[in-house]
T-cell receptor, first 112, second 115 residues
Framework: DAKTTQPNSMESNEEEPVHLPCNHS???????IHWYRQLPSQGPEYVIH???SNVNNRMASLAIAEDRKSSTLILHRATLRDAAVYYC?????????????FGKGTRLSVIA | EAGVAQSPRYKIIEKRQSVAFWCNPI?????LYWYQQILGQGPKLLIQ????????DSQLPKDRFSAERLKGVDSTLKIQPAKLEDSAVYLC?????????????FGPGTRLTVT
């Protein structure tokens, strides 16, 4: 699996937007960009995924660079509940079975 | 919809003892995963089942770890004998099917401490 690079930690004020970056310079054409997050003492949960176009859902937005070598997860208004470790993961859709390969992720702290 | 259930939530054992973890996936999910998460790291896949068959166990330390998924529903992960380095959170996840299109749903995990 292609590797991703994320900052170890970030901090945000409550109710402000948060932009979590991810670099994936060796991404291939069949790799989708997935984001999961892990709240304290819980298992990871799916956030969003995309291939080329920007994506929006109720939790977040995903902005993908035109060359696909980087992406940004956007939380529009951070709340205290958004404090978690955020993982950016590449998954190939070329074969039927591609596991999630987690890195260390970005630990997001939200300040009230 | 009920989520992925795991038990126990916490377990403390001495090294060389054995331990077993149980997982009940979301109803109808064909694919089940066991992950190990060591403190400060992301989860690492140990084994993946498709129904009751093993799809990937390449990272499972088979000399001490075993897992089964009888009848393609519940699963158990066993460690025998445990070592200090097995202290970690063991996460179970399930998905509707094995493809990359499918979201994985994780349980709360079992925190194992080996003393």
């Amino acid at each position: 699996d292609a590797k991703t690079t994320q900052p170890n930690s970030m901090e945000s004020n409550e109710e402000e937007p948060v932009h979590l970056p991810c670099n994936h310079s060796t991404i291939s054409g069949t790799d989708y960009i997935h984001w999961y997050r892990q709240l304290p003492s819980q298992g990871p949960e799916y956030v969003i995924h995309g291939l080329t176009s920007n994506v929006n859902n109720r939790m977040a937005s995903l902005a993908i660079a035109e060359d696909r070598k980087s992406s940004t997860l956007i939380l529009h208004r951070a709340t205290l509940r958004d404090a978690a470790v955020y993982y950016c993961i590449l998954r190939s859709y070329n074969s039927g079975n591609t596991p999630l390969v987690f890195g260390k992720g970005t630990r997001l702290s939200v300040i009230a | 919809e009920a989520g992925v259930a795991q038990s126990p939530r916490y377990k403390i054992i001495e090294k060389r003892q054995s331990v077993a973890f149980w997982c009940n996936p979301i109803s109808g999910h064909a694919t089940l995963y066991w992950y190990q998460q060591i403190l400060g790291q992301g989860p690492k896949l140990l084994i993946q089942f498709q129904n009751n068959g093993v799809v990937d166990d390449s990272q499972l330390p088979k000399d001490r770890f075993s897992a089964e998924r009888l009848k393609g529903v519940d699963s158990t992960l066993k460690i025998q004998p445990a070592k200090l380095e097995d202290s970690a959170v063991y996460l179970c996840a399930s998905s509707l099917a094995a493809g990359s299109h499918y979201e994985q749903y994780f349980g709360p995990g079992t925190r194992l401490t080996v003393t």
